[in-house]
Structure formats: C-alpha cells, structure tokens
C-alpha cells in the first residue's frame, strides 16, 4: 500500500514538474516575441526571433508594395523594391527607403511616414 502512494505522489510530481517548464518555456518564448516587437532592427540582437514569427506580422504586404510603387518612374520603383526585399532578407523591422525626390518610413512593414513622390511629379 505505501508503494502505490508513493507511486502515486512521484507521478503527480512528474506531471507537475513538466507544467513548470512548460510555463517557463513559454514565457521565455513571451520575452522573446515582446523584445521582437519593441526593438528597432535587427541589430538590437533578436534576428532569430524575428525570423520565427509570422512573416505577416513583420514584412511588407504585397498590397503595400503596389501602393509604393503606383505611379513611380521605373527607376524609382525598382529602387523601393530592391531596398523592401534587402530590408525583408535582413529581417529589420524598422527602415527607410530612399528613392529620387522623397523617402518612406517603415515599421514592421507597415507605411508610417515618408516625404515626396515617386512619380517624379
């Protein structure tokens, strides 16, 4: 009888134990995402988390990029294109993007600001 309650309390220990390190793996993980979000760029040193988080919550949506580049001269919208997918393969969150006659201002592939016309108008 003293071995099946001591079997008993070793398993309900055991299962406890897993519940710990489950809640500090995924409050580690919680960190991890919130320090993601609230850096700049991937110099702040969280390139690996960014790169697990879902690419719709950090990179430019292809309805965006169109919305950048309607209207630009050809070579206006090939340089918002080439510096949005340098920006992308380098994971940064938080970029400029520089083209004749203005800029943009981009955060987490979201337009934020920017200053003159790509159209060259």
């Not at 006659?101 to 200053?115: C, F, V």
């Amino acid at each position: 009888m003293i071995a099946e309650v001591d079997l008993s309390n070793l398993i309900s220990a055991i299962i406890a134990l897993i519940g710990v390190i489950i809640a500090i793996l995924k409050n580690r993980e919680k960190n991890m995402v919130t320090a993601a979000f609230t850096s700049g760029t991937i110099e702040s040193g969280t390139p690996s988390v960014i790169a697990t988080l879902p690419v719709r919550s950090w990179q430019m949506s292809e309805s965006t990029l169109r919305w950048l580049t309607f209207d630009a001269t050809p070579e206006n919208k090939e340089m918002i294109i080439e510096q949005v997918k340098d920006a992308e393969m380098n994971h940064e969150t938080h970029y400029q993007i520089h083209f004749k006659g203005g800029y943009y201002i981009i955060d987490y592939g979201l337009l934020m600001g920017g200053a003159g016309n790509p159209s060259g108008k």
